[in-house]
């Protein structure tokens, strides 16, 4: 039996007290303001879930785009409300199929993408003028973005209707993830480069995701999650004021995207405490005057960390209360994770569990019945103010850095986030931190749960469609305009348009990417 008398703390350290009463000077109208409204603690838009639930948008993509496109149509006719890709490594990574550093990896994580055929392929039958879709791509996102405007021309829909958001999360690559291709800076350009196109070119897309996700999967606190994430979407508002963009032109189409962990209530605070950050940085720090600037809208993904491959259907209960949270404070659109992801890809089974899952929250639970419902919860607005002073001390380091590129760059980063994954560690080796099924809770009895397996003909495919591929296009017109692309890289110019005309010519992703790394080179980080 636990002594209710020993001391409880959230992942960032924040002593939790026995019973909590009225907080002292405690301001509601500036610490809440309305929904809708600065500071945004209560959510971005004023009426919230009572119009229509957040956007049900299941992460999937695997093997071929064929095999994808199943997969999307499938989940799509079980009321899933947006499409999420995922792509393999190779193509996170800025090489072709046939390239000898994607042997053994074509297909594997996500789908493989080499060429517009393939984008073709992925969205067949799919009407991309009223489908919102999301791509987890960074290094290579300008190069599937563009991929995807030209498939969504073919379709005859017209660039104000081209929905969806690009992740172009790039600095969360160098401290938590590691599918960068191009040094910190020059990624910087493309980043800021797909803000300018975007606002000139696609109106209604997200140009950039700015993803605490990854940072919390590799270990770091809710209090980190937050503030390395603000670290890095103030770096990339500041490069763009700095190429002459106006902040309140790009601004209103950031958004960002969180981790959805396992502390119910830190949870809930962290999205309110982030919303809250934001929202007064970008007005006070980055001199933004349009309301829509300060505005935190995001998307949530339950915490693929917390999986366990003991007791299994165990996941789809944490998933359930990780959803529960984000929904709660305020997200716009959600991911469920299946329960058999700790041991493979998700069947079409588990990935409907997940999507029900959502779709019970949103029409039985009563939660959209009324904004922000937990406000005012002497425990959970204590624990919003203190979070956000915590994730604000952490913030003043990083500036102190000299801001998030060159906190990057020193290591500061990834050695907090390596800090925290390692005190974590240790604390579930010891047994203060409970894990059901792993280190309490424990029985003998296996699962048997079916999991999803990629065929290696699949990658013996896709090297041949490659090859059918680059036999049918015009190689001097391809040639040609990659010599566009590298005129562009060396000058000033926004490299989205040559860019946009390789590919619509039949260049591939790893031959413009590999364009781009004869210029700016590829990243190796210090040992």
């Not at 058999?340 to 939660?367: K, N, W, Y």
């Not at 203190?386 to 990083?398: C, Y």
């Not at 390596?418 to 604390?427: F, G, L, N």
Request: aromatic share 8%; hydrophobic share 40%.
């Amino acid at each position: 039996m636990a002594d209710p008398s020993s001391s409880r703390s959230t992942s960032s350290g924040i002593e939790i007290d026995t019973v909590y009463g009225p907080l002292e000077g405690w301001d509601p109208d500036a610490a809440l303001g309305e929904p809708g409204r600065y500071p945004f603690t209560r959510g971005p838009y004023p009426s919230m879930y009572r119009g229509r639930p957040w956007t049900m948008r299941q992460y999937a993509g695997f093997g071929t785009a064929d095999q994808t496109n199943e997969r999307f149509r499938s989940l799509l006719d079980a009321g899933q409300t947006g499409l999420s890709v995922a792509f393999d490594l190779p193509t996170q990574m800025g090489y072709d199929s046939d390239h000898p550093m994607a042997a053994g990896e074509v297909g594997k994580v996500g789908v493989a993408v080499d060429s517009v055929d393939d984008v073709r392929r992925l969205f067949s039958g799919i009407p991309l003028g009223t489908v919102s879709t999301s791509m987890t791509i960074n290094s290579t996102a300008a190069i599937l973005l563009l991929l995807y405007q030209i498939v969504a021309e073919e379709q005859g829909v017209a660039a104000r209707d081209i929905k969806g958001t690009v992740q172009n999360d790039i600095l969360k690559e160098y401290a938590a993830r590691g599918t960068y291709v191009y040094p910190p800076r020059p990624s910087m350009r493309l980043v800021t480069d797909l803000f300018a196109y975007c606002r000139n070119e696609l109106p209604a897309w997200n140009t950039i995701s700015i993803s605490g996700y990854h940072i919390r999967e590799a270990g770091s606190t809710a209090a980190q999650e937050v503030a390395l994430t603000i670290a890095n979407g103030l770096a990339y508002v500041q490069a763009a004021i700095d190429a002459g963009l106006d902040v309140d032109d790009f601004a209103p189409r950031l958004s960002f995207f969180w981790n959805g962990h396992s502390h119910f209530f830190e949870e809930i605070a962290k999205y309110r405490a982030a919303r809250r950050m934001w929202a007064r940085l970008m007005r006070t720090r980055m001199g933004a005057q349009n309301p829509d600037s300060w505005r935190m809208r995001f998307h949530t993904q339950t915490a693929g960390s917390t999986l366990t491959a003991q007791q299994p259907e165990s996941n789809i209960v944490r998933t359930a209360l990780q959803a529960l949270a984000a929904v709660l404070g305020g997200t716009q659109s959600l991911h469920t994770n299946a329960y058999d992801e700790a041991l493979g890809l998700p069947t079409d089974h588990s990935a409907r569990i997940a999507l029900r899952t959502q779709q019970i929250i949103a029409f039985e639970s009563g939660v959209t019945d009324t904004v922000d419902p937990l406000a005012g919860s002497y425990f959970l607005e204590s624990l919003t103010d203190r979070l956000e002073e915590a994730a604000g001390r952490i913030l003043e380091e990083i500036d102190t850095a000299g801001g998030a590129v060159a906190a990057v760059e020193a290591g500061l980063v990834q050695r907090m986030i390596e800090d925290s994954a390692y005190r974590e560690a240790r604390r579930v080796e010891a047994g203060t931190s409970i894990v059901v099924g792993v280190n309490r809770f424990v029985d003998g009895g296996g699962v048997d749960v079916p999991i999803t397996t990629v065929d290696p003909a699949v990658e013996r495919d896709q090297v041949r469609r490659l090859d059918d591929h680059r036999r049918g296009r015009d190689t001097a017109s391809v040639s040609a305009s990659l010599e566009e692309v590298e005129r562009a890289a060396r000058g000033e110019g926004n490299l989205l348009y040559p860019m946009k005309s390789a590919l619509g010519r039949g260049a591939t992703l790893g031959e413009v990417s590999e364009v781009l790394a004869g210029v700016f080179g590829r990243y190796r980080p210090a040992r």
